[in-house]
């Protein structure tokens, strides 16, 4: 338990929000012990059946929160910390959110009987309908469903009316709350808070068994039952159905509330991917601009070895040629042409020395270090 410590007013928000059975639970106490604290500082409470309209999306009036002459302290409740706080919270923002949306009276939340100035959406689904050359599946025997470019409808020929209805009104009512919808090729999405949220307006259809003399089959007609589904992800998703107690017309409210929540927490998500993507960049970036600094490094000192190499490979080089001179000059026998071969050794020498590398035409393309690898590798055979 956590105490949790709130004003009058606070409390008159969350009992208007949320009902006391639930409020209880989260702040560990009873109903009725929650109830005698409004009494004792005059908050008024919902009346009964209140919930019950909410829940079904009816109107309801919200009793104001009147000023007292009580000199009254802040109300301290024991608040639960638990694994059920995640779907409380939930519930309370939903509850909040709903009831917002009921209460504002800008807001169509009806469907009526007769579409006045129908959307254009509904008005090219209308006539693609009517003129589709779509014929029903031998097993789906009477449900259609409109073509490339055009709101996700799957119903039969009698419901076409009444979902056309249903689209139109769900439009407006997104139109008026912000929000937009977005046709891509096949799929319909209601665009909420910039987010996409796939929606199809289908008509609920009933497996019904056909026998014959040598095999069973199945069959699925129409079922009168029409839903919207609500498909965000894998795991987002949602269906309204026609029930007992409510058709679907009457649940705009409840789609759009779930529309909007599900729309923020796929922002939320989306800013949270972003967000893990960009740093895992600058991770990656990071280590990268680590890597092609040891590479760099690693380059240099190979470059290093390589230059020292030379360097010694340049100094046993002259060592010889002198060597080489000495020894013809002792002997008398330093001809002209030995003379020209000495000056060519010598500049091959200055072409291959690290610190000279003097250019030779004919050698502009050849690579000095290769040289070194060749000796490396014809050392390596004399010198394992």
């Keep these: ?33 929650l109830r005698k604290i409004c009494i004792k500082h005059e908050i008024p409470l919902p009346k009964a059946g209140h919930w019950s309209k909410v829940k079904f999306g009816k109107k309801v009036t919200k009793a104001p929160l009147m000023k007292t002459e009580k000199k009254l302290n802040d109300i301290k409740l024991y608040e639960r910390i638990g694994k059920n706080d995640k779907k409380a919270h939930f519930n309370s923002k939903y509850s909040a959110l709903k009831n917002e ?25 209308k006539s693609d309908l009517a003129t589709s050359n779509y014929q029903p599946n031998h097993q789906y025997q009477d449900i259609i ?31 008026k709350r912000g929000h937009d919808i977005e046709i891509d090729g ?12 796939n929606i199809r307006c289908r008509e609920k259809s009933k497996r019904v068994m056909v026998k014959s003399d040598r095999w069973t089959n199945y069959e699925y007609h129409a079922s009168d039952i029409l839903t919207l589904k609500m498909e965000a992800d894998y795991i987002l998703r949602k269906d309204w159905a026609d029930s007992k107690n409510e058709l679907l017309e ?3 409210a409840k789609i759009l509330t779930k529309l909007e929540l599900t729309a923020k927490q796929l922002k939320k998500e989306r800013i949270e991917r972003e967000e893990w993507h960009k740093k895992f960049q600058e991770e990656q970036k990071i280590k990268q601009e680590l890597q092609d600094r040891k ?36 002997k008398g026998e330093l001809t002209e042409d030995l003379l020209l071969w000495l000056e060519w050794a010598n500049e091959k020498i200055e072409w291959f020395d690290p610190m000279i590398e003097r250019e030779v035409p004919l050698l502009e393309d050849i690579e000095r270090n290769s040289f070194v690898e060749t000796e490396t590798k014809r050392s390596s ?4």
């Design 101 to 125: 949306i009921v209460n504002d009276p800008s807001l169509p939340l009806s469907v009526p009987t007769k579409v006045y100035k129908p959307d254009i959406l509904v008005q090219k689904a």
């Design 1 to 33: 338990m956590e105490i949790k410590t709130i004003t009058r007013k606070e409390l008159y928000e969350l009992v208007w929000t949320t009902p006391l059975t639930q409020l209880a639970k989260q702040y560990n106490i009873s109903d009725n012990g």
């Design 145 to 175: 469903h409109t073509t490339k470019g055009n709101l996700n409808i799957e119903v039969s020929k009698k419901m076409v009316p009444r979902a056309l209805r249903f689209m139109n009104a769900l439009i407006k009512l997104l139109r």
């Design 250 to 252: 009457e649940q705009l």
């Design 186 to 197: 096949y799929s319909t999405y209601a665009v909420v808070f910039d987010e996409k949220i």
């Design 295 to 330: 590479d760099k490094e690693l380059q240099s000192l190979k470059s290093l070895f390589k230059d020292m190499k030379r360097h010694e490979m340049t100094v046993r080089l002259r060592s010889y040629v002198q060597e080489f001179k000495s020894h013809k000059e002792s």
């Design 381 to 384: 055979l004399f010198y394992p």
